[in-house]
């Protein structure tokens, strides 16, 4: 088994080992190069901008020859690039990737499907190209003797990145959040979610939304949308306070350990998709929820 | 400007029918949302020139699909769209998207399109891969995620909506763009479009058709996502009652 790993992280790497055989990570610049050294058998270096995912494809699909697996992360670049690759290589492209094994020249994998209602088992031969979900491969990669090649190509691209604007990165880390209060529409004005981040805080929690407060209403800066186009989150306990429960957001808490939800409406699907569910409006309980949880707190 | 646009007829995963497993065959197709954004900007977009709708039938059976996937069609030209493509073979019907790509690159020139529009991914798949596989089957170049979109003097100028940032892309013409849902908002066609829908063409098309062949060694199976959530909802009593429960529950879970 040979696997280049493409964008390399800790995740991936960790990954690529655990398919045994011989690893090797693409890079884009010196100092990737030195972040990966001594986690991979091979480093190559192409100096290609990378975001630019058909000077970075053409990259790829040249470092590629000879390995079975491409591997990369499951990041909106990473898939387009993968995509380009893997059409010019002639293979198979399977993203946000579970767990996978390999064996007797097929990939084996898992991947979410169907709205996250179903899990797809896919048999692809190998080569193949994969993007890995995050989160799913936590180890270390074991340590190696790195050897460092350049690439030789002349990268070509026809796409020329006029600015580049950064997104407003407040405090939110939704995706590392042990606790989320999340709002929907059953917020009637935007002030009422200062209710919202206050029991967030009494919680140590942050607090996320579904599609229309962030989308629609603008209420919410995105950093705070979790959901299918949006983030998708893991907490120990989510909280769903006003959300109906389209499937597009539960699609975005699946991995959540407890779902909790407040919802005045008896029949929202939410409360089909939550361990604890009260009906009441979110108006009367939170002020309560709010000064319970911080005398519990407090003493 | 002459314009394809990709349309995913997809499997309605509000509607999946479920045994052992999920059985893709009884389940309806519909278009996939995105691609409603899609179509839109291909409207607005395509001046005095047609604009097409492409689709690769991915879920079988042949003959029961392919007159669903016509429905499906049917709402897009309603939408605007002057002409359909419907590319229907057996050999299409299976998880490959090597194979999609390369049939749908192929209806792209058959039509001469100078821009090809898709939506960021589709609604049952969700991988977002076709877009840059059509670009690269045409050697053109390509810009995902375009939540605003421009084209002028033979470039396209693009918005691209990464995780952290917004990138101003530009490219020239012919191009590939995948668009997200917030490029615009579809319209709601009138009763007359969806008259007139009726009498516009859907062409079916086997991969004979389109003179090319494909082979795929590809397997997939679905199984029904059973998430076990406890479901206990509390409805009786004074808001009072109901926070003091609800606390004692997430209490004795441990996660409060």
Request: charged share 25%; hydrophobic share 45%.
């Amino acid at each position: 088994m040979k696997t280049l790993v493409v964008f390399p992280n800790m995740e991936l790497l960790y990954a690529a080992s655990t398919l045994g055989g011989e690893v090797a990570a693409l890079v884009f610049s010196q100092k990737e190069a030195e972040a990966v050294s001594g986690k991979a058998h091979k480093i190559l270096v192409a100096e290609v901008d990378p975001r630019l995912p058909d000077a970075a494809a053409e990259a790829v699909a040249k470092a590629a020859a000879g390995y079975d697996l491409v591997l990369m992360p499951s990041t909106k670049n990473a898939k387009t690039v993968g995509g380009l690759a893997a059409q010019k290589l002639g293979v198979e492209l399977l993203v946000d990737v579970l767990s996978m094994r390999a064996e007797g020249g097929v990939l084996t994998a898992e991947r979410y499907v169907f709205g996250n209602k179903a899990v797809a088992a896919v048999q692809v031969p190998l080569p193949a190209v994969a993007t890995v979900a995050p989160g799913r491969f936590q180890g270390e990669p074991p340590a190696v003797q790195s050897a460092v090649e350049k690439l030789a190509l002349a990268p070509t691209s026809r796409l020329k990145i006029a600015a580049v604007e950064e997104k407003s990165r407040g405090a939110v880390r939704l995706e590392e959040a042990e606790i989320i209060v999340s709002v929907g529409r059953g917020f009637k004005k935007k002030e009422d979610l200062q209710m919202a981040f206050e029991l967030a805080k009494v919680l140590g929690g942050q607090v996320g939304c579904s599609r229309p407060i962030a989308a629609d209403l603008k209420w919410l800066p995105e950093e705070h949308w979790v959901g299918l186009s949006g983030k998708k989150v893991k907490p120990k306990l989510y909280l769903a306070v006003g959300i109906s429960g389209q499937p597009q957001h539960i699609a975005g808490i699946l991995d959540s350990r407890i779902i909790a939800a407040i919802n005045n409406d008896p029949s929202a699907p939410i409360f089909q998709n939550a361990d604890y569910g009260v009906v009441e409006d979110l108006y009367k309980i939170v002020p309560i929820l709010i000064n319970k949880i911080s005398k519990l707190k407090g003493g | 400007m002459k314009i394809a646009v990709l349309i995913k007829t997809a499997l309605d995963t509000g509607q999946l029918r479920v045994r052992d497993a999920v059985v893709v065959e009884e389940t309806p197709l519909k278009i996939s949302d995105i691609d409603r954004n899609a179509v839109e900007e291909a409207v607005k977009l395509k001046g005095q020139d047609k604009a097409y709708g492409v689709t690769v039938l991915k879920w079988g059976p042949l003959q029961k699909k392919v007159q669903e996937a016509e429905n499906v069609l049917r709402e897009a030209l309603a939408m605007g769209l002057d002409e359909a493509y419907l590319v229907a073979d057996e050999k299409l019907l299976n998880a490959s998207h090597l194979a999609t790509a390369k049939a749908i690159a192929a209806v792209v020139k058959k039509v001469g399109a100078d821009l090809v529009l898709a939506g960021e991914a589709t609604v049952d798949n969700y991988t977002g891969q076709i877009p840059a596989r059509v670009a690269a089957e045409l050697g053109w170049p390509v810009i995902t995620y375009a939540r605003e979109l421009k084209v002028e003097g033979g470039r396209v100028v693009a918005r691209r909506d990464l995780e952290d940032h917004v990138e101003v892309v530009e490219a020239p013409l012919p191009a590939v763009v995948s668009v997200t849902r917030e490029i615009n908002q579809p319209r709601i066609p009138t009763l007359l479009a969806i008259r007139a829908a009726m009498k516009k063409p859907i062409n079916r098309l086997t991969l004979a058709d389109l003179g090319i062949g494909v082979e795929t060694k590809i397997s997939a199976a679905y199984k029904p996502l059973v998430i076990q959530r406890k479901k206990v909802v509390i409805k009786d009593g004074t808001p009072e009652e109901k926070a003091e429960k609800l606390i004692q529950h997430l209490r004795q879970e441990g996660v409060i």
